[in-house]
């Protein structure tokens, strides 16, 4: 990560130095500011804008492909283990062996030793990213880590729509926004878990729109979908709420006002501040993280079995889901989907997070300074 942000912040320094190197910078501050930078300002409006759709669809790409595809697989590969049979030595005949009795020999001769297994467990696929990247180009071609893009763009456009539509039914105010929110990732939970299966799924001819899962499996993620909706509400509250619990609003609203205060308050203050963002982020840790990993593995339980996974994947998990022909529910509870995902799994999946926000940070370093050399 740290090459890729070298990499990327030289690039950007490299576009700044040249235009140092032309001059006009310099020949602009001459001529007190009338020097337009190529030339025209529209060239310049044009140049950021390219730019900002540039960065927009690079970060959506790196969102998607490694925080929704990559991170969807983490959260439901199995690791398999290979067995190995070892035969055991041949014990060489004993000098004395002549000295024993027709049955000792006998007994000696008919006692064998089993064979002992050795199982040798193999590295997760999703343990790297460019190991995931290569294996689903190996097995669904190079388009797929696209995997499932036309079913999230359907439905971030119906949620978004249907959201408008509650939010001005029930007013704008933040708690009818939230339960619009809430409200429309529950009804869309079908469209969800169907994009969930298509990523985790190897491919297939069917078109997206005729692998709906049925209603009966729709009213089985109800409650995880609900759940996993109200955490990311979460994010929003927790925050929200520390900040008018320890009334920073008059500092953020009139910030001349905290060069009024002593240097302690000024450090509470501050303090507070970054209690406040810490408190999203530890929630999206602590709340966020285990809704989302269970939401997804509950509707992982439910693809059906006509369907291959692309990666290892464990229907049973660990034997606590029976299929409903054998009179099981056919679904995993959220309390074992959970905890059937295990803390080597876990961390795999932090750590996940941790590239993608490495990368994240490099790109937009990256565009910030080529919008400033522009």
């Known amino acids: 990560m740290s090459g890729i942000a070298h990499h990327l912040v030289k690039r950007g320094l490299d576009a700044t130095q040249e235009r140092y190197r032309s001059g006009s910078f310099a020949q602009d501050a001459q001529d007190g500011g009338d020097n337009k930078p190529f030339g025209h300002p529209h060239a310049v409006a044009a140049a950021l804008v390219i730019t900002g759709l540039a960065w927009f669809f690079a970060a959506s790409a790196i969102s998607y492909i490694y925080g929704g595809v990559v991170a969807t697989l983490t959260m439901i590969e199995t690791p398999t283990a290979t067995a190995f049979k070892v035969d055991p030595a041949t014990e060489p005949e004993e000098a004395d062996a002549p000295l024993l009795s027709a049955d000792e020999k006998k007994s000696s001769t008919t006692t064998t030793t089993e064979p002992e297994l050795f199982y040798v467990k193999t590295k997760p696929i999703t343990s790297k990213i460019r190991t995931t990247i290569k294996h689903l180009k190996a097995e669904a071609g190079p388009w797929s880590r696209f995997r499932g893009l036309q079913v999230a763009l359907v439905y971030h456009f119906v949620h978004h729509m249907l959201f408008q539509f509650l939010t001005a039914l029930f007013g704008g105010a933040m708690i009818s926004q939230s339960f619009a929110a809430v409200f429309s990732a529950v009804i869309l939970c079908r469209l969800q878990m169907l994009w969930t299966h298509i990523v985790i799924s190897a491919p297939s001819e069917k078109k997206w729109y005729r692998r709906f899962p049925s209603i009966e499996q729709g009213k089985k993620i109800l409650v995880p979908t609900a759940l996993w909706a109200l955490a990311e509400q979460a994010t929003i509250y927790v925050p929200v709420t520390l900040f ?68 290892p994947f464990d229907r049973t998990f660990g034997g606590k889901v029976q299929p409903e022909i054998v009179g099981g529910k056919g679904v995993v509870s959220m309390l074992d989907a959970w905890k059937t995902f295990n803390w080597v799994a876990r961390f795999r999946l932090v750590k996940l997070y941790a590239k993608i926000a490495a990368i994240q940070f490099s790109t937009s370093i ?7 050399a522009e």
């Open 366 to 372: 990256f565009f910030v300074m080529l919008a400033v």
């Open 244 to 311: 008018f619990l320890f009334n920073l609003e008059g500092y953020y609203s009139d910030p001349a006002s905290f060069k009024d205060l002593s240097e302690m308050q000024q450090k509470s203050i501050a303090l507070a501040s970054f209690a406040v963002l810490m408190s999203g982020l530890l929630t999206a840790v602590l709340v966020v993280f285990p809704a989302n990993v269970t939401l997804k593995r509950v509707q992982a339980s439910l693809l059906s079995e006509e369907n291959d996974t692309i990666v």
